[in-house]
Structures are given as structure tokens and as C-alpha cells.
């Protein structure tokens, strides 16, 4: 699957939304990929996911780690693919924390996976989690890269697909400076 071929995926399940956006980030945004309208479909989820896993298959890795929500999903799907566990990072007071019982163990081998990226904030908070446990990353794989690859990670890193989409600080936002109304996607609060 390639890069038009992704995008071509969210055209396909009405996940590519324009208008007036604040992001997960706090940043704002003209155009929003709602993740979930593709993620609810599992023909299409599937596809995705065993890309990923392909990706991966000589990774080394035991346990697929993502962040909640959409990288639950995401996480559960390669695992399935690949044969080995899926865990799954929740929002703690700083940062990312295991629950329900999920840990690493030291040098346990270990890939992120996550959905939509846009700063990178929820894939750096599970790496901090991940190097909390001293476990050992040796992949990043996300659905999309809406940073037009600008983020950067230390470990080696995919995207199916990457585009490059406008995004503000609030201050900074032409689309707030025309008053256009604002709609909050995603599951951070502000």
C-alpha cells in the first residue's frame, strides 16, 4: 500500500474533514482526518494494519505498545498479524502510564504504532514510557504523518502515509483571525 493509496482510504470513508479544526495538539487546522471514521470499518482497518505488520515481521519485537484510543486499535490489529501481544498507553497525570496490569521488562523488544501524528506528543510520551521500562524500541509505525515527516524520532520510523497539513498555534490561526467557528476533534482536553 502507498502513499495515495493510504490517502486514498480516508477519502473513501469520509475521514478527511475541512473546515476549522483545534487538533489533539491545541494546534488548529483547515483539514481534520478523523481516524475513527476509518478505524470503525475493519475491512479497511485490517488492510492498514497488516501493512504495519509486514513492515515490521523482522523486527524482533514481542509486544506492540499504542496509545489510547485509536492505538489500541492499531496495536491489537499488528499484534494479531505479527503473533505476539499488544498493550496500550493511557494518559496519566505526566505522561503515559501502563494500567490493567500491562509492564515491560528490560530489553523486552518493542514497536509504537499510533494512528494520525501531527507534534508527536503521544508517541514522545510512550517512548518516555518505554525507556522508563529500559525496554528496547526498534520500531515506529503510524497510519498517517501529517507533519509532512517534520517530526523527528530516534528510532526507525514509517508512515503509510505522510502529507503535509496546515497547522497554527492558536494565536497564529488565520482561520480564527477570519472568526470562523471552531470544532474540537480528538480526545485531549483543554
Known sequence: MNNEETLQLFKDSNALL?????LTSGRHSDVYYEKFTLLKQPAICTRICLQMADRFKDSGAVTIVGPTTGGIIIA???????GIESIYAEAGDEGRVFKRGFSLEKGQKVIIVDDVLTTGRSIFEVIDLVNRYEAEIVGIGLMLDRSNGLVKFDYPYFALATVAADSWEPDECPLCA???EITQRGSRKF
Open 18 to 22: 475541512t473546515g476549522h479544526f483545534k
Open 76 to 82: 491489537y490489529d499488528v499484534a494479531r498479524y505479527m
Open 178 to 180: 477570519k472568526g470562523m
